[in-house]
């Protein structure tokens, strides 16, 4: 049979292709609800801290206050980077992209703990080190870009205290550290999007962690995925006032151009993370006097959903957070990648429990019966 005449369909994009079976995250894209172990997001941004909701996606449980502090103090004691990786990040070029950085400082912690990535249950060792090194990976980087000495360790923060502090070299004020620690809570995990599902492939040949993790990296690294919230930034700064958003907003989809932090493959409606991310733009916005961006996302959430029917993702919403944070613009996607680790880890985890190689099929549309020629006769 000619392969070309196969009944095959191919899902572009993997679209509603259900490829694997998992209690860690539900997403119902008609209701806007989206839960970690069966727990809603929305109670989990309100109650819960980033440390607790890596147990629960570890663990697939709450832990009790015990089992809590002990995580805590884990990752305080998993914080610092091994020298060889500390010097390795000071030799890279001081204008890397910081997703290479990261990717690269992942791999090479890989090389440098041998013990921690071996495939199975004990990669929650793993997953441990990467949650509690990636800021350390991002702080240290970005200090020396700067041409700042790197910070001392502060035990006495958590981790989304000490991301903060690690990247601008200051303690966040109450509202500040409570809302990165609300962004990485809502980014910790969601479902089979497309960076988990590449550490899904990765772990499904029986490779190790830190090997899906960076492939991982990679993958969240594209616009379409985790760098859409820089974009979206990129976008506010374009239009500059609130009375520029219909003009340029209604031009660029007048030139089919896409509006960075719109459209979502799942959800049909608002983005659960962006109604709660806009919330708490609104407060850090108005604690430091600065409602500027809100303002301006406001009467594009309009204009867009007018024009296109769309709703907000949270890429809408977590640029603008973090740039009144005060966080440069390129480590947007690194800080999502210091919160998707632990859902990285715990799908991780799942595929080593029942795992089956994932290895779809390609429908075959080229030509089948080319004559080889040599390549002495094929001309110049
Ligand atoms: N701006 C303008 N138009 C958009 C759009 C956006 N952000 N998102 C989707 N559309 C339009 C497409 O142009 C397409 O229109 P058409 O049918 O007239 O060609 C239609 O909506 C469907 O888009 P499609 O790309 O098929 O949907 P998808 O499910 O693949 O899209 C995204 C999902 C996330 C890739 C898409 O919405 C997007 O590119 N958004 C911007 C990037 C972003 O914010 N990513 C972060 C996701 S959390």
Request: no cysteine.
């Amino acid at each position: 049979m000619s392969p070309t005449a196969s009944t095959q369909v191919v899902e572009r994009g993997l679209q509603d292709i259900v490829a694997v079976e998992s209690h860690i995250t539900f997403i119902d894209g008609q209701g806007g609800r989206l839960l970690y172990e069966g727990y809603d997001i929305r109670d989990l941004a309100e109650q819960s801290t980033f440390e607790e909701v890596a147990y629960l996606l570890w663990y697939g449980r709450l832990p009790t206050a015990t089992q809590l502090d002990d995580l805590r103090q884990r990752l305080v004691g998993l914080r610092p980077l091994p020298e060889p990786l500390a010097r390795l990040i000071d030799s890279l070029p001081t204008d890397s992209n910081p997703m290479d950085v990261l990717r690269t400082a992942v791999s090479a912690l890989a090389m440098l703990e041998r013990a921690e990535t071996q495939p199975g249950p004990s990669s929650i060792g793993g997953a441990l080190r990467l949650t509690a090194a990636l800021p350390s990976m991002i702080g240290r980087f970005q200090r020396r870009r700067v041409g700042l000495a790197p910070l001392k360790e502060r035990p006495d923060l958590n981790n989304a205290e000490n991301l903060l502090y690690q990247i601008t070299g200051r303690e966040g004020s109450e509202a500040e550290n409570r809302a990165l620690d609300v962004a990485l809570i809502l980014h910790a995990d969601h479902e089979l999007n497309a960076s988990t599902f590449a550490a899904r492939v990765t772990a499904s040949t029986l490779s190790d962690l830190y090997s899906a993790v960076t492939s991982a990296i990679g993958t969240l690294k594209g616009p379409l995925h985790g760098g859409a919230n820089e974009r979206a930034v990129e976008l506010l700064a374009e239009i500059g006032e609130v009375s520029r958003v219909e003009e340029v907003v209604t031009a660029k989809l007048a030139r089919h151009e896409r509006v960075m932090g719109f459209g979502h493959r799942v959800y049909k409606v608002e983005d659960p993370r962006a109604t709660i991310l806009r919330a708490w733009l609104h407060r850090v916005g108005e604690s430091a006097g600065n409602l500027h961006s809100y303002e301006l996302l406001e009467r594009m959430k309009e204009v867009v959903h007018r024009e296109k029917g769309l709703y907000p993702n949270v890429d809408l919403y977590s640029g603008s957070v973090y740039a009144l944070l005060g966080v440069p613009k390129d480590l947007f996607t690194p800080i999502f990648a210091a919160s998707r680790v632990a859902g990285w880890a715990a799908h991780v985890l799942e595929e080593y429990q029942d795992l089956r190689l994932i290895r779809p099929s390609a429908l075959y549309v080229g030509p089948t019966d080319l004559r080889y020629v040599p390549i002495a006769e094929r001309g110049s």
